[in-house]
């Protein structure tokens, strides 16, 4: 089953606010990525974390590799509405040559216009 | 880059029935993988390739359900006698792997919804 524990489940704001999420496990990865999943769509990435400690952005989104490894927290700047969506943390293993994703199950972020 | 494509987009069927998706990965990406999404939940792994090779499967993947990679290019997932726990969205993913060195990141296709009645 799924290990990642995203929070929060959900969120409501209005344009314009700032919006952060963040994902924990209880086992190490390697890799942390963040994707954006609309309606009846497949999940597209937004940003992707290869090293502990690594900071990285991606226009409005800024992403964090925490230290230990174990966590990843993903940051939104003045939402709009555009943003509405399901935004999924993963995460592989990367040992060995098997590189499949886990993935949380997701946020859901609704922009009040 | 045409990106990740997946046909049909939408597929309804009976209880019973065989159904068999496509997926063509970008060009030039060795790797594909398959992955199951029910409603609610992140994307669950269920199997990948390299080249034309099925690496790993996952115990998700039961003896009904079938996944080809014939010529190392687009892929096939087969379900035999579907079950209405089958509903779910199947999503299709590439990537470049070159070795260690490689952080082989996943660029997924649309999904094909089925839904079993």
């Known amino acids: 089953g799924q290990q990642l524990n995203q929070s929060p489940q959900s969120m409501f704001i209005q344009e314009g606010e700032d919006v952060s999420m963040n994902c924990t496990s209880s086992?190490?990865?390697?890799?942390w990525l963040w994707y954006k999943q609309e309606p009846g769509e497949g999940p597209v990435l937004l940003i992707a974390?290869?090293?502990?400690?690594e900071l990285t952005s991606n226009g409005r989104l800024t992403a964090q590799f925490g230290i230990t490894r174990k966590d990843s927290f993903l940051n939104i700047s003045a939402s709009i509405p555009s943003d509405v969506g399901i935004y999924f943390c993963?995460?592989?293993?990367?040992?060995?040559?098997?590189?499949?994703?886990?993935f949380g199950k997701g946020t859901l972020l609704t922009v009040n216009p | 880059d045409t990106g990740v494509s997946q046909d049909p987009r939408h597929k309804i069927t009976k209880r019973g029935q065989n159904v068999t998706f496509r997926c063509d990965p970008i060009?030039?990406?060795?790797?594909l993988y398959w992955y199951r999404q029910t409603l609610g939940q992140g994307p669950e792994f269920l199997t990948y390739?390299?080249?034309?090779?099925?690496?790993?499967k996952s115990r998700l993947l039961s003896d009904r359900f079938s996944a080809e990679r014939p010529k190392g290019s687009f892929s096939t997932l087969e379900i035999q006698r579907t079950e209405q726990g089958d509903s779910a969205m199947y999503l299709c993913?590439?990537?470049?792997?070159?070795?260690?060195?490689?952080?082989?990141?996943?660029?997924f296709g649309p999904g094909t919804r089925l839904t079993v009645l």
């Open positions: 390739f390299q080249n034309e090779a099925q690496l790993e």
């Open positions: 974390l290869y090293k502990a400690g």
């Open positions: 993963a995460g592989n293993k990367s040992g060995g040559s098997n590189y499949k994703l886990t």
């Open positions: 060009s030039e990406h060795n790797r």
């Open positions: 993913a590439s990537s470049y792997w070159g070795g260690l060195a490689y952080t082989d990141t996943q660029y």
């Open positions: 086992s190490i990865f390697n890799t």
